[in-house]
C-alpha cells in the first residue's frame, strides 16, 4: 500500500515481498514512478510486523 507520494514522485510504500525465494517480509520504502529505483528501506518479520501493529495501535489510542 501507498503511505505518501512526494512531489518528485516517489512513493512510500509497504509491501509484502520475497527476494531469492525467501519467506516473504514486510518491506518499507519508496520507489520511483516507474519501480527502477529504490530508496534504502526497512523489512519486517509477519511477527516483527505484529509487534509494530501493536506500538503503533497503543501510541494511538492515548
Given at each position: 500500500?501507498?503511505?505518501?507520494?512526494?512531489?518528485?514522485?516517489?512513493?512510500?510504500?509497504?509491501?509484502?515481498?520475497?527476494?531469492?525465494?525467501?519467506?516473504?517480509?514486510y518491506?518499507?520504502?519508496?520507489?520511483?514512478?516507474?519501480?527502477?529505483?529504490?530508496?534504502?528501506?526497512?523489512?519486517?518479520?509477519?511477527?516483527?510486523?505484529?509487534?509494530?501493529?501493536?506500538?503503533?495501535?497503543?501510541?494511538?489510542?492515548?
Amino acid at each position: 500500500g501507498v503511505l505518501s507520494t512526494k512531489s518528485n514522485g516517489w512513493r512510500k510504500e509497504l509491501n509484502l515481498v520475497s527476494w531469492n525465494e525467501r519467506d516473504a517480509k514486510y518491506d518499507l520504502r519508496e520507489w520511483n514512478e516507474d519501480y527502477t529505483r529504490m530508496s534504502k528501506g526497512v523489512t519486517f518479520t509477519e511477527e516483527e510486523a505484529e509487534i509494530l501493529k501493536n506500538i503503533l495501535e497503543d501510541e494511538f489510542d492515548k
